[in-house]
């Protein structure tokens, strides 16, 4: 299977993924900070990824149905979360 490689480079999103230091020196990307906004969370106020993460679980268990970004913006603050703060 041949690819042309400038079409699949040029469909890549890579504004959306590039991570910005927000607030208390965090880093959320584009998509993240987004979605954020949304749901109306204040991620400025936030000392750091867990107290995001506390107010994202918060809205999560709120609601009927599962919205499928913020729980993947969730899961990706929170590996993030774990790589920058874990002892290793």
Do not use: A, P, W
Not at 17 to 23: A, C, E, M, P, R
Not at 38 to 53: A, D, G, P, V
């Amino acid at each position: 299977m041949d690819y042309d490689i400038d079409s699949l480079v040029s469909n890549l999103d890579f504004h959306s993924n590039k991570l910005n230091t927000v607030g208390n020196n965090l880093m959320l990307t584009n998509k993240e900070i987004e979605i954020l906004n949304r749901y109306k969370i204040n991620y400025l106020k936030c000392n750091s990824l867990k107290e995001i993460l506390f107010e994202v679980e918060e809205i999560l268990n709120d609601m009927d149905i599962v919205d499928e970004e913020l729980d993947q913006i969730s899961q990706s603050i929170s590996e993030r979360d774990y790589y920058q703060n874990t002892n290793k």
